[in-house]
């Protein structure tokens, strides 16, 4: 079984460059969340994708977007990088339906630094 | 709204001594409650989980015990060891939610 997989581990970025990070799902889930991890802070949500919509978000402005793909595997699109985009950024998965009993499975994440 | 409220940290211990990370929440109805570890480098994992009142998490020698009268999951464990050093995230996910509220996270330092 294929866990959470992220790419790329670490990135550099400039304020105001854009950013896709990429997110392959766990096999068997069509469920797929954002989370930004800033340093000593716990997860914040952003958005997920369920069927390829998405479906929920957190207080985050429109410059963070994303997609799924039929495959089920994400990506987050952050345009016009600000400094405190700098962290963690973490995908994880889950079963949909009756097999989702709310945990959560991450990948290892993105790091990204906005200079 | 749902929030969870951990001890800060980081907590550090000697190896084999007594652990105890306090997780208190606040959220409406009766939410499963969850302790992830994010070790060095990594993303974070399930630790265990308990979904109802008085029910007993419990994994690697971590347990923690859904306390609905005083809203709180403390995770406790009884000897730890250097490589139990990470960090430890406290969260609940209440009834009809898809959507977890985390706890800052407790960095945990073992020493030898």
């Given amino acids: ?115 | 709204g749902d929030s969870v409220t951990q001890m800060e940290g980081p907590v550090t211990l000697s190896e084999e001594a007594f652990l105890t990370i306090n997780c208190t929440y606040t959220a409406t109805g009766y939410p499963s409650l969850f302790w992830y570890v994010q070790y060095p480098g990594e993303g974070l994992q399930l630790l265990l989980k308990a979904t109802k009142a008085d029910d007993k998490g419990s994994n690697k020698g971590f347990e923690a015990t859904y306390r609905k009268e005083t809203t709180s999951f403390h995770l406790e464990k009884g000897s730890v060891q250097v490589s139990d050093s990470a960090v430890y995230f406290c969260a609940l996910l209440s009834g009809g939610s898809y959507i977890p509220t985390f706890g800052r996270g407790t960095s945990l330092i073992v020493h030898p």
Avoid at chain 1, 32 to 56: C, D, K
Avoid at chain 1, 62 to 79: D, I, M, T
Avoid at chain 1, 89 to 97: D, E, K, W
């Fill in chain 1, 1 to 115: 079984e294929t866990g959470v997989t992220q790419s790329p581990t670490h990135l550099i970025k400039t304020r105001g460059q854009q950013v896709t990070l990429r997110c392959s799902s766990q096999s068997g889930h069509n469920t797929v969340s954002w989370y930004q991890q800033a340093l000593g802070q716990g997860p914040q949500f952003i958005f997920q994708y369920y069927r390829e919509e998405e479906n929920g978000r957190g207080n985050f402005p429109p410059r963070f977007s994303g997609l799924q793909f039929p495959n089920y595997s994400s990506e987050l699109n952050v345009n016009a990088l600000e400094l405190d985009d700098s962290a963690l950024y973490l995908c994880a998965s889950t079963p949909g339906g009756s097999k989702n009993t709310g945990e959560l499975f991450f990948g290892e994440g993105s790091r990204l630094t906005v200079l």
